[in-house]
């Protein structure tokens, strides 16, 4: 016997990616300088991939992986904004609404800070909602793992969605 559901339903992502060849990193959408690029099939956006899996969570749909598998071509150097304009369809055909999203991107470098209000702007208009409703952060890792170390960048991301 099914129940029904509550108004609302969270879903939580997280993604990591090596540092390798490059000049740049895409993050929330936005290319940012950097003196690496990051190891990846799709373009290798941390936050996006993270926030992607989050909705997905919600949904129980699965992750990023199973909608798009790095083994299908069709993929290779994907515009993550695109990926995440589909998981946001997804959510509209179930009948739900992103309500907001948190994201925390986790590295030494490069420096979020000064990007994460083009991001916010991009996301949100992806999304289609009020930058308010999106929230994007950095931290560092304090030198420790991975990311201490400068190997990589990862990302986690929390998503609320509510009845449309």
Request: proline share 5%; charged share 20%; glycine share 14%.
């Amino acid at each position: 016997m099914a129940t029904e559901l509550p108004p609302f339903r969270i879903g939580q992502g997280y993604d990591v990616h090596v540092f390798g060849d490059g000049d740049h990193v895409m993050l929330g959408g936005v290319r940012v300088p950097h003196e690496r690029g990051v190891v990846a099939h799709s373009d290798g956006d941390v936050a996006l991939h993270a926030l992607c899996d989050a909705i997905l969570g919600a949904l129980a749909l699965g992750d990023i992986g199973v909608h798009f598998p790095p083994s299908d071509e069709r993929w290779r150097g994907a515009d993550s904004l695109g990926l995440l304009c589909h998981c946001v369809a997804l959510v509209a055909e179930r009948g739900w609404k992103l309500g907001n999203a948190d994201i925390t991107i986790v590295c030494e470098r490069p420096k979020v800070g000064p990007h994460a209000p083009l991001m916010r702007e991009r996301i949100a208009g992806a999304c289609g909602v009020d930058v308010d409703a999106i929230s994007v952060k950095a931290t560092t890792s304090e030198k420790l793992g991975f990311t201490g170390r400068g190997e990589g960048i990862a990302a986690q991301a929390v998503a609320l969605l509510v009845r449309a």
